[in-house]
C-alpha cells in the first residue's frame, strides 16, 4: 500500500467522494492545475465561506463530515478542518487531520464561561502534502471575525505553515500552541469528546451534548456578536 493512499481516501466523515464536495471542490478550484494552487484556493473557501462557530454538536461522527459542514456552512475549527481535508482529497493531496492544544489570550466573556478556561484542547487543523513535505493550514477563524479580533487573518502560500498569530495587531498575546497530539487520516471523535471531559469536566460536556440532543444541532448563541475579552 502507498504511503499516502490513507490520506487521499475517503471516509464516512472526510467524505471527499460525496457529490457536493465534487462539486464545491471543482468550482474552488477552476482552472488551477497546480497542486500547491489547489491548496492555496480551498484553504480560502474554507477559511472565509464557513463561518467560525464554537457552539456547535461535536459527540457525534456525523456532526463532523464534511458534506454536513459544507451544508452548515458554519462550525468550530475541527469542523472546519474536516471539510478542507475533504476537499483536499477530493483534488488530489494527500490530506491529514492534526490536533493541537491552544490557548487563547483573545476571547470573548461568553466563551470563557461556557468553557470555564481560554485553554482550547484538541484544536484542528489540515496538513497538506505539497512538493515532497507536510505544510500545516489553519482554516478556523472566518477574515470578518479576525477583523473584529483585531487579528491579521491567517495567510497561507502553500509553502509555509500556516498556524495561529502569537500576538495580535496590538502585540498583545492571541494564541498559544501548548501541547500537539499527532495527526490522523480520520477525525477521532471519541478522542475528542474524552479529552474535553478531561479538561472542561465531565459534567459540563455532558451537560451540552443533553442540551444539543434535547434542543437541537443548531445553537442560539451568536459567537460574531459576543463581547471580546481583552
Not at 475517503?10 to 457536493?20: K, L
Request: a positive charge; hydrophobic letters at 35%; glycine letters at 6%.
Amino acid at each position: 500500500m502507498n504511503t499516502f493512499d490513507k490520506y487521499l481516501r475517503p471516509t464516512y466523515i472526510i467524505d471527499s467522494n460525496h457529490p457536493d464536495i465534487i462539486e464545491f471542490t471543482n468550482k474552488t478550484i477552476s482552472g488551477e492545475n497546480d497542486l500547491t494552487g489547489r491548496a492555496v484556493k480551498i484553504y480560502y473557501a474554507v477559511r472565509d465561506r464557513i463561518w467560525y462557530d464554537p457552539y456547535v454538536p461535536f459527540h457525534r461522527p456525523e456532526h463532523y463530515k464534511a458534506s454536513n459542514v459544507l451544508k452548515l456552512r458554519r462550525g468550530y475549527c475541527v469542523y472546519k478542518a474536516s471539510l478542507l481535508c475533504a476537499m483536499g482529497r477530493a483534488c488530489g493531496i494527500p490530506s491529514r487531520i492534526g490536533f493541537a492544544d491552544v490557548r487563547n489570550h483573545l476571547t470573548t466573556r461568553q466563551l470563557l464561561q461556557y468553557l470555564g478556561t481560554d485553554l482550547f484542547v484538541y484544536h484542528g487543523y489540515v496538513e497538506f502534502y505539497l512538493d515532497g513535505r507536510w505544510v500545516k493550514a489553519t482554516p478556523a477563524f472566518n477574515k470578518e471575525l479576525c477583523i473584529k479580533h483585531n487579528v491579521p487573518p491567517l495567510e497561507f502560500n502553500g509553502r509555509e505553515d500556516a498556524l495561529f498569530q502569537p500576538y495580535n495587531q496590538e502585540k498583545k498575546k492571541f494564541m498559544e500552541y501548548v501541547k500537539y497530539h499527532g495527526t490522523y487520516a480520520d477525525i477521532p471523535v471519541d478522542e475528542i469528546v474524552s479529552a474535553w471531559e478531561s479538561a472542561y469536566g465531565k459534567e459540563r460536556v455532558q451537560e451540552w451534548i443533553r442540551e444539543f440532543e434535547t434542543k437541537g444541532h443548531i445553537s442560539r448563541r451568536d459567537f460574531s456578536q459576543e463581547e471580546i475579552v481583552k
